[in-house]
C-alpha cells in the first residue's frame, strides 16, 4: 500500500470527525483504548446535525470533513458520526488510500458476536435509521439475524442539555423504546454518538437483560486493532495531544464537550471547511 | 426610494426565509392576512438549526438566504427566523433597498403594547435569548420594562415531532417555564417560530393570565401594514401563489410543513446558496 511507505507514518495523528458534538464518545474511547496517540477531532458544528439531513448532503459534508483532516496530515480517518457512516464511507474511501472506517460496522459486528437468539434492536436518527445501513450490515454478517429499528430525535438534545437521568428522559425513553423492546431482542445498537450519553435511562427502560453496543468504543477497538495490523501504532512513550477544530464558533462547545468526554479540553480552533 | 419606480414593483412576490420549518408559521399567518400575495418561502434546511449557532455563521447563512430571494425578485423580504432576526437584519438592511424586516421588532411592540405591569417574558432558542436582541428591543420602546428570558432548547424537536400536547411536552415546559412564570410576568413572547405549535401547553403550564405574543403573527399584520404604506400590495383578485425551496433534499419537508401549515404543500423545490 502506498501510503506505508511514507517515512514516521505511524507518528501522525488520527483524524476523527463528526457533525458536531456527539463523536466526542468515539473520541473518548479512542483516547482511552490509545493513550499515546495524537489525535485530531473535526466537529461541523456549522452545520451540525447530519442526523435529519439527506443522503446527498451528508456525503458532500463528509467529503468536505475528510479533505480538511487530510490536509492535517493524519494516518487514518474514522467517521464518528452514524449517519455519515451509513451513507458515506464508501465514498470516503475512493478519495482516499489511508484507512477509513465508520461506527456501523465495528457497531455491527459487536452485535451480530453479542446476540444469542440472532433479535438485534437498532436505535438512531432518523436518517440512520432510515438508510437500513446498519440491517444490511448485520444481515451480511449474518443472514438469519432480525433487526428491529426506531428513530430517537429528541435524544440528540436531551444528551446536549444534560437532561439525561430526569423525569423528561425516561418517559422519552419510554415512549420510543416500550416497543421495541418486546420484539424479543437481547441485543440494542446505541447507533448514534450521542446515546452513550443516556445509557443508563435507556438501559432502565429496556431491561438488564437486552445487551447495549455502544458502536463508538468498539470502533476505538476496531482502530487499534488496523493499527496495530499495519504496524501504523505511534510507539512514543508520551500522552498523545489532542486537537479540536469546529466550524462554528466554539462557544458552547468547551461546556458540552467537557459533558462528553469527562474532562476539559483546551485545543478548541474555528476552520472554514 | 429608488426600489418603487420599477414599473409593477406591487405584482411581485414577497420573500420569507427561515433556517428550515419553523418559519412556516410567520408563511401561515402571512396567507391568511394576504391572501392575493404572491409568497416564495427558502428554508435553509440543508444547515438548520440556526438557534444553536454562532451570530458570525448566521449572518453569514441569512446573506445568502437574501441573496436568493433577491434573485426572485421579491419586492419585500421576510426574516421569519427569530435568530436571524436576532443577529442578521441590520446587516441585510444594508444589502438591499426593498423592505428587510424580521420578527423581532413586530414581536417587541405587540409585547410593549399588551402589558399592563411592564414585565414581559421571552422564550426562544439559546442563540436568541443569549443575544439579548428581544430585551434590547423592549427596552427602546419601553425603558420602564423588565424582561425575562428563557431558553427552551428541546421545543423545537417536540413541536417538529408533533409531541405537543403529550405528557412528555407538558413535563418539558414545566421545566423551562415554572421559574419565569412566577416572575410576575403578564406577557410572553414565543420569540422562536416553532414554539406556537406548543401554543395549548405553554399556555397550561403558566397559565392563561400570561397573555402569549406570537412573533410571526405580529410580523404577518407588520409586513401588511409597511406594503399598503409603500402602495406595494398586490391587487390581484385571484389568490396568491405560495411557492417553497428547501436547501436540503425536500423529504420529510412536505409531512412536517403540512402539520406547520395546517395544508397540504406542492411545489417544494431544491437550490443550493
Redesign the interface.
Known sequence: MKSLQIKNLHKRPIGVFDSGIGGLTVARALFEILPNENIIYLGD????PYG??????VILYSIECLKFLLSKKVKMIVVACNTASSFAVPFLQKITKIPVIGVLIPGSEAAVNMTKNNKIGLIGT?GTVKSLSYKKAIIRLNKKAEVFSQAC??F???A??G?TD???AE??AK?YLTDISKKGIDTMILGCTHYPILKNTISKVIGKNIKLIDSGEETAKKVNIILQEKKLLNTQKKKGEHRFFVT??P??FHQIAERFLGKKIHNVKQVKL
Open positions: 458544528t456549522a452545520r451540525l435529519t439531513k439527506s443522503k446527498e448532503t432518523l430525535s429528541l440528540v438534545q436531551l446536549e442539555d437532561w430526569n423525569k423528561i418517559l422519552t415512549e462554528d464558533f462557544n458552547n
